[in-house]
């Protein structure tokens, strides 16, 4: 890496990152966190809406599982739109659908006579079709209505379990229609929906067998999950085709929607893995805050689904923290909630071992954590555990100490969290000195506090070496290697020259020789400053740090050495203060006396004194002046007019430029051609009546 010239403080962005490297990201309960970014990506509009039926739907059910207030203050507009579309003749199995459910979840209060006709609508529907997204819709429907206590009943409910059946594969996907040739996985959870809804609308026991193979149907469904490496479990479509495709997060919301709904409804237990169960909980976690209102819809709907299933309420183990100090003694914390982070059942958490990042067993006791009622979580000191400074996987081993509990809660039994343990890292044996390149004969050494700002003068020649070596230590005394240790040498013309600093078992030690560095080095003779840095995300102390400078003599360049490059401009530069700019203007030219400009002024004025002289001697009077109100009122707007003609010679003069003096006059021109025709008309009729008579 020597000679390349790094960008400005680049040691101390790569310390930056180590010291804040990330941390695999934790699969944490539901948070506040979710219910702000719910509320921002369900925002209604500027007339309080949410869109279509769907989208209503979908906001006014998120915002109700997660507890928000928003979706009351909304409900008088949300019921009216959903109760305009329950009332309209023209709407569809799937607008009476999410109709239905806002009314449920908001309360409505719809009145019966509208329900009975909706129920009429579905239940026709549904002897009529063979699509199952229809029978999804109208089954969905008449469940949700009957939910919010109207009397629902679907007396052919056996026929109708029957016709969906029938679109099921052997692989526990379904089909869309009989007409469909592609079964897909997201029909599979609608179709489970679907028939979970006619169980619960059955006027009689469905029967039990065709019960069974569906329960079959689930296993072999579950046989297709796919899977990460961490435990986490997804469902996704088997074709991908642009106008079936759901997506992964779709896809699994469809199915453990429908999982879930079915074994609500039946008897006996499904044969359904509880890893897979967790494993869907944690690829719902994992997605994090959602980027979109669909997709935060299906992760939110899906957890509460899980939270309140009778196969298996996944438990959550999940850390506060995931960097510990030995410096500040912290606790080992421990969360073990559900989904929602509601409060679990009682639990029994262990720590099993812990693990180095090579995987090495570190520690391998089990001991049993502590529990803080107070705070609700688990906790155990880690200084009795005699862990040094690094990475960390540590093994939590869960168990309920309440196995009768009627609630089947799964753990995932062990689970494991990686951390770092940070601490105080000691610099010790630190020493910079200068060396003869042959016999290596030390000519002065140094000692150095790297922990301080102590700094050193040195000088050398080109056939002379620098040492450097220093001893890193943890809290615990074991030999500590950081992620980055560099010496930096820079020439006082810019150039720099960053070197890594290898370490051994001892200790970190580096020998520049100028003799093989001279043409690096560009031939470059002058002061060099040096400066350490060190840096790990588990060394609380990381440093940049000036040790000092170094005077050195190199030889002169030959004909064909490389050149140093040429320094990099401050692009910012272009913005800082500019040279000032000094101007002198022209002197005034010389003006003439005030006397001689006033009597020029009053020669400008004969010509008109001569004109008022020549109106007198030519006897001009008011004789002719209209009398008439109307030819009157025009005759003195075309006086008023040539007034303002000679007015704006004047201004003209004194004030405005030819443009604009040009401009008015056309727009007085105008006016005078209109008033003096009108004057002119007059008396030319007054002249030619006189003469006739």
Same mark, same amino acid.
């Given at each position: 890496?020597?000679?390349?010239?790094?960008?400005? #403080?680049?040691?101390?962005?790569?310390?930056?990152?180590?010291?804040?490297?990330?941390?695999?990201?934790?699969?944490?309960?539901?948070?506040?966190?979710?219910?702000?970014?719910?509320?921002?990506?369900?925002?209604?509009?500027?007339?309080?809406?949410?869109?279509?039926?769907?989208?209503?739907?979908?906001?006014?059910?998120?915002?109700?599982?997660?507890?928000?207030?928003?979706?009351?203050?909304?409900?008088?507009?949300?019921?009216?739109?959903?109760?305009?579309?329950?009332?309209?003749?023209?709407?569809?199995?799937?607008?009476?659908?999410?109709?239905?459910?806002?009314?449920?979840?908001?309360?409505?209060?719809?009145?019966?006579?509208?329900?009975?006709?909706?129920?009429?609508?579905?239940?026709?529907?549904?002897?009529?079709?063979?699509?199952?997204?229809?029978?999804?819709?109208?089954?969905?429907?008449?469940?949700?209505?009957?939910?919010?206590?109207?009397?629902?009943?679907?007396?052919?409910?056996?026929?109708?379990?029957?016709?969906?059946?029938?679109?099921?594969?052997?692989?526990?996907?379904?089909?869309?229609?009989?007409?469909?040739?592609?079964?897909?996985?997201?029909?599979?959870?609608?179709?489970?929906?679907?028939?979970?809804?006619?169980?619960?609308? #059955?006027?009689?026991?469905?029967?039990?067998?065709?019960?069974?193979?569906?329960?079959?149907?689930?296993?072999?469904?579950?046989?297709?999950?796919?899977?990460?490496?961490?435990?986490?479990?997804?469902?996704?479509?088997?074709?991908?085709?642009?106008?079936?495709?759901?997506?992964?997060?779709?896809?699994?919301?469809?199915?453990?929607?429908?999982?879930?709904?079915?074994?609500?409804?039946?008897?006996?237990?499904?044969?359904?893995?509880?890893?897979?169960?967790?494993?869907?909980?944690?690829?719902?976690?994992?997605?994090?805050?959602?980027?979109?209102?669909?997709?935060?819809?299906?992760?939110?709907?899906?957890?509460?689904?899980?939270?309140?299933?009778?196969?298996?309420?996944?438990?959550?183990?999940?850390?506060?923290?995931?960097?510990?100090?030995?410096?500040?003694?912290?606790?080992?914390?421990?969360?073990?909630?559900?989904?929602?982070?509601?409060?679990?059942?009682?639990?029994?958490?262990?720590?099993?071992?812990?693990?180095?990042?090579?995987?090495?067993?570190?520690?391998?006791?089990?001991?049993?954590?502590?529990?803080?009622?107070?705070?609700?979580?688990?906790?155990?000191?880690?200084?009795?555990?005699?862990?040094?400074?690094?990475?960390?996987?540590?093994?939590?081993?869960?168990?309920?100490?309440?196995?009768?509990?009627?609630?089947?809660?799964?753990?995932?039994?062990?689970?494991?969290?990686?951390?770092?343990?940070?601490?105080?890292?000691?610099?010790?044996?630190?020493?910079?000195?200068?060396?003869?390149?042959?016999?290596?004969?030390?000519?002065?050494?140094?000692?150095?506090?790297?922990?301080?700002?102590?700094?050193?003068?040195?000088?050398?020649?080109?056939?002379?070496?620098?040492?450097?070596?220093?001893?890193?230590?943890?809290?615990?005394?074991?030999?500590?290697?950081?992620?980055?240790?560099?010496?930096?040498?820079?020439?006082?013309?810019?150039?720099?020259?960053?070197?890594?600093?290898?370490?051994?078992?001892?200790?970190?030690?580096?020998?520049?020789?100028?003799?093989?560095?001279?043409?690096?080095?560009?031939?470059?003779?002058?002061?060099?400053?040096?400066?350490?840095?060190?840096?790990?995300?588990?060394?609380?102390?990381?440093?940049?740090?000036?040790?000092?400078?170094?005077?050195?003599?190199?030889?002169? #360049?030959?004909?064909? #050495?490389?050149?140093?490059?040429?320094?990099?401009?401050?692009?910012?530069?272009?913005?800082?203060?500019?040279?000032?700019?000094?101007?002198?203007?022209?002197?005034?030219?010389?003006?003439?006396?005030?006397?001689?400009?006033?009597?020029?002024?009053?020669?400008?004025?004969?010509?008109?004194?001569?004109?008022?002289?020549?109106?007198?001697?030519?006897?001009?009077?008011?004789?002719?002046?209209?009398?008439?109100?109307?030819?009157?009122?025009?005759?003195?707007?075309?006086?008023?007019?040539?007034?303002?003609?000679?007015?704006?010679?004047?201004?003209?003069?004194?004030?405005?430029?030819?443009?604009?003096?040009?401009?008015?006059?056309?727009?007085?021109?105008?006016?005078?051609?209109?008033?003096?025709?009108?004057?002119?008309?007059?008396?030319?009729?007054?002249?030619?009546?006189?003469?006739?008579?």
């Amino acid at each position: 890496m020597a000679g390349k010239r790094p960008a400005p #403080a680049a040691m101390l962005l790569v310390l930056l990152a180590a010291a804040f490297a990330p941390i695999s990201s934790a699969v944490r309960p539901v948070s506040d966190a979710h219910r702000s970014a719910a509320a921002e990506l369900f925002a209604p509009s500027a007339d309080g809406s949410f869109g279509d039926l769907e989208s209503t739907y979908e906001a006014v059910r998120t915002f109700q599982i997660l507890g928000l207030e928003n979706y009351k203050s909304l409900s008088g507009k949300a019921c009216k739109f959903a109760a305009e579309n329950l009332a309209s003749p023209g709407s569809t199995a799937k607008d009476l659908f999410h109709a239905v459910r806002i009314s449920g979840v908001l309360g409505c209060g719809d009145d019966a006579r509208v329900y009975d006709g909706v129920v009429a609508k579905l239940k026709a529907v549904i002897k009529d079709t063979n699509s199952l997204l229809e029978f999804y819709y109208s089954v969905g429907g008449l469940l949700s209505i009957k939910e919010q206590g109207h009397n629902v009943v679907l007396s052919d409910a056996e026929s109708t379990f029957h016709a969906i059946k029938a679109l099921s594969q052997s692989d526990g996907r379904w089909r869309y229609d009989t007409n469909s040739a592609e079964s897909s996985t997201f029909a599979a959870g609608i179709a489970l929906e679907a028939l979970a809804g006619i169980v619960s609308l #059955a006027d009689a026991e469905v029967d039990p067998s065709m019960v069974g193979v569906v329960k079959n149907d689930i296993v072999k469904l579950f046989d297709t999950i796919k899977s990460y490496d961490d435990g986490t479990f997804y469902f996704d479509e088997k074709h991908v085709d642009a106008t079936e495709y759901k997506g992964p997060i779709k896809t699994s919301a469809s199915v453990l929607q429908g999982v879930t709904s079915f074994a609500a409804v039946v008897s006996g237990k499904l044969n359904i893995p509880a890893e897979k169960i967790l494993g869907l909980a944690k690829f719902f976690l994992g997605i994090g805050l959602p980027g979109s209102a669909k997709d935060c819809f299906n992760q939110i709907e899906s957890l509460s689904f899980l939270e309140n299933n009778r196969v298996f309420v996944p438990l959550i183990l999940s850390l506060p923290s995931k960097v510990f100090s030995l410096t500040s003694k912290d606790q080992l914390k421990v969360e073990v909630t559900t989904v929602f982070g509601s409060a679990a059942p009682s639990l029994k958490v262990n720590l099993v071992q812990v693990l180095g990042s090579d995987s090495k067993v570190i520690t391998s006791e089990n001991k049993e954590l502590q529990y803080d009622l107070d705070n609700k979580v688990h906790y155990l000191d880690i200084a009795p555990l005699k862990i040094d400074v690094g990475k960390y996987s540590i093994v939590f081993e869960i168990s309920l100490q309440e196995p009768e509990h009627e609630t089947v809660y799964v753990t995932g039994g062990r689970n494991t969290e990686s951390v770092i343990v940070t601490g105080l890292i000691k610099v010790n044996k630190a020493e910079i000195g200068i060396s003869d390149n042959d016999a290596g004969t030390v000519e002065s050494v140094q000692k150095l506090d790297l922990l301080k700002d102590t700094k050193v003068s040195l000088s050398a020649y080109h056939l002379q070496k620098l040492r450097l070596s220093f001893q890193l230590t943890t809290p615990l005394g074991h030999t500590f290697k950081p992620h980055q240790v560099f010496l930096k040498l820079k020439h006082e013309s810019k150039v720099e020259h960053l070197f890594v600093v290898p370490g051994s078992a001892r200790q970190f030690k580096i020998v520049l020789d100028f003799l093989g560095l001279v043409e690096k080095f560009y031939y470059l003779s002058g002061r060099y400053d040096l400066e350490l840095a060190v840096g790990d995300a588990a060394m609380e102390n990381s440093f940049l740090r000036p040790v000092g400078h170094l005077e050195l003599d190199l030889p002169e #360049a030959p004909e064909k #050495a490389p050149r140093p490059p040429a320094q990099a401009v401050d692009p910012f530069s272009k913005f800082g203060p500019k040279a000032e700019i000094s101007h002198i203007f022209r002197a005034p030219e010389k003006r003439p006396p005030k006397e001689l400009s006033l009597a020029f002024m009053g020669l400008t004025l004969l010509p008109f004194i001569g004109f008022l002289i020549g109106l007198v001697r030519l006897g001009v009077n008011l004789k002719n002046f209209p009398s008439l109100p109307g030819p009157a009122a025009f005759a003195s707007l075309f006086h008023a007019g040539i007034g303002a003609v000679l007015l704006l010679y004047v201004l003209f003069w004194l004030k405005l430029d030819l443009f604009t003096t040009l401009k008015y006059l056309g727009f007085l021109g105008i006016f005078l051609v209109f008033v003096g025709h009108r004057t002119l008309s007059y008396l030319s009729s007054v002249s030619t009546k006189q003469k006739t008579a």
